[in-house]
């Protein structure tokens, strides 16, 4: 595939827009950070003409896939009303009412614009109501990129940044304050015995346990069994919040996200991507005692478009559409998921590529590794990154998108046919890597 018109752009945005792309990550993707010029469905068309089946999907956010009609539909009609408009509206009750309806922790719900700025409510908000200041978060899970909880994030697609190992807590880039961090408490994850022990004997001073539900980031590694109920009962026990951050797993995992799917009901919840369908838009969830700060003014929550008319007619939307005929579109998408994580197991069996392939619902991540299984962060951190980085540039030229680290996602818009052409996209692509 040619990719010219791509590479052309990129050169021209560097001179004006920092680094050439709008968020870092985006900047390792090979052969050139790709140009959009339309999507449609599963499918996303660049600028030289090519043509892809999309997993990438924005890095999650397009459940309905591009340029959903239904969705366009309440887009454009709500922004014929007007954008945002500073006063109250009825899209945010509906939509808060929706919430506290799907998320089984939510009493109540605030409305913010980014994953990133839900996590800091709920960190805010778990200090103010416990009263102590530290909190737990765990090796290969990311929470934003805010300085008080962005630590170094081993990436495949991010440059520059080591692996860490150990229970260090390092920035996650130059230039974050280091201080920022002093309240953080690096734990490895999915570590039983970790936990208990340090919840027992430092809980006095820590405010939250915060968790991705699954290590979406990292590798796409579930909870072992019983872990995810550890965190919930000792939380419970100790009095410190149980943050579940569900920016990825949120609206993908089912309706109510993992909290549902694992029956485990955290305190605060945090939401994004997925919910407003490829429109700027997250909230977080929690019970009664703790949003109350908000409501009593506690506990500060600001942001000039939060809750404007567009997300929260993007987000009714997308809900209103994942809800029908029972939650069909998950069946849908889980099904196609299975049709494809296990061919591509039985690819990698077929071409004697030793690779592993961990799902959950519509969202998996693929690696290239010896390992038998891959259950935790260090065995993650073993595999072959490069390889699939190169795996990936490869894909390109067979006409499927997918992100340089091996996290796939499934719209409710992708079709057999797509998984047909990912097959043997595949297919064509282990023979080359060979
Ligand atoms: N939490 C998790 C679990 C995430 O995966 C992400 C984004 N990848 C965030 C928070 C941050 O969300 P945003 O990029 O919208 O700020």
Same mark, same amino acid.
């Given at each position: 595939?040619? !990719? ?31 140009? #959009? ?28 896939? $591009?340029? $959903?009609?239904? +969705? ?74 805010? =300085?008080?909880? !962005? ?5 495949? =697609? ?6 860490? %190992? ?12 280091? %201080? ?31 968790? *991705?539900?699954?290590?979406? %980031? ?5 909870? *072992? ?34 909290? *549902? ?27 009664? #005692?703790?949003?109350?700060?908000? =409501? ?8 000039? +478009? ?69 259950? =935790? ?36 818009? $992708?079709?057999?046919?797509?998984? *047909? ?14």
């Amino acid at each position: 595939k040619v !990719f010219e018109t791509s590479k052309s752009k990129f050169a021209q945005s560097r001179n004006y827009l920092a680094g050439g792309v709008a968020s870092s990550l985006r900047a390792s993707m090979k052969p050139v950070p790709l140009y #959009a010029a339309s999507g449609k469905g599963s499918h996303i068309r660049d600028v030289d003409g090519n043509e892809y089946v999309d997993y990438m999907l924005a890095y999650g956010p397009l459940i309905l896939g $591009h340029a $959903h009609d239904g +969705l366009t539909e309440s887009i454009l009609e709500a922004m014929r009303k007007g954008y945002t408009y500073g006063v109250q509206h009825q899209g945010e009750i509906e939509l808060a009412q929706l919430l506290c309806e799907v998320l089984p922790c939510a009493d109540k719900v605030s409305l913010s614009g980014s994953g990133t700025e839900a996590v800091m409510l709920a960190l805010r908000l778990a200090r103010a109501h416990t009263g102590r200041s530290k909190v737990i978060r765990f090796h290969g899970h990311y929470h934003g990129w805010s =300085d008080a909880i !962005f630590t170094s994030f081993p990436s495949a =697609d991010m440059k520059g940044h080591a692996a860490n %190992n150990d229970s260090a807590v390092s920035p996650g880039t130059n230039g974050q304050s280091a %201080n920022s961090l002093s309240d953080v408490i690096l734990l490895p994850w999915n570590d039983k015995a970790a936990l208990e022990s340090t919840l027992r004997t430092r809980h006095f001073e820590i405010a939250a346990v915060i968790t *991705e539900p699954v290590m979406c %980031n990292s590798g796409c590694i579930l909870p *072992e069994d019983g872990y995810l109920e550890l965190i919930r009962d000792l939380t419970k026990e100790l009095g410190i919040v149980m943050i579940m951050d569900e920016v990825i797993t949120g609206f993908r995992l089912g309706i109510g996200g993992a909290q *549902e799917r694992f029956g485990i009901t955290p305190d605060l919840v945090t939401v994004g991507k997925a919910l407003g369908g490829g429109i700027a838009i997250s909230a977080v969830g929690g019970r009664e #005692a703790i949003m109350k700060l908000v =409501d009593d003014g506690v506990v500060s929550h600001l942001g000039t +478009l939060n809750g404007n008319g567009v997300s929260t007619a993007a987000a009714i939307a997308t809900i209103r559409e994942l809800r029908k005929n029972n939650g069909a579109a998950f069946a849908h998408m889980e099904g196609l998921t299975g049709t494809l994580v296990e061919g591509i197991r039985s690819l990698f069996k077929q071409h004697e590529v030793p690779g592993i392939v961990n799902q959950i619902g519509p969202v998996f991540n693929v690696m290239f590794t010896e390992e038998a299984e891959v259950r =935790d962060f260090a065995a993650y951190n073993r595999r072959d990154s490069a390889k699939y980085a190169r795996f990936a540039e490869l894909m390109l030229d067979e006409g499927v998108l997918v992100r340089p680290n091996g996290l796939w996602y499934m719209s409710t818009a $992708h079709g057999e046919a797509d998984i *047909e052409k990912t097959l043997s996209a595949i297919d064509n692509v282990l023979l080359k890597l060979k």
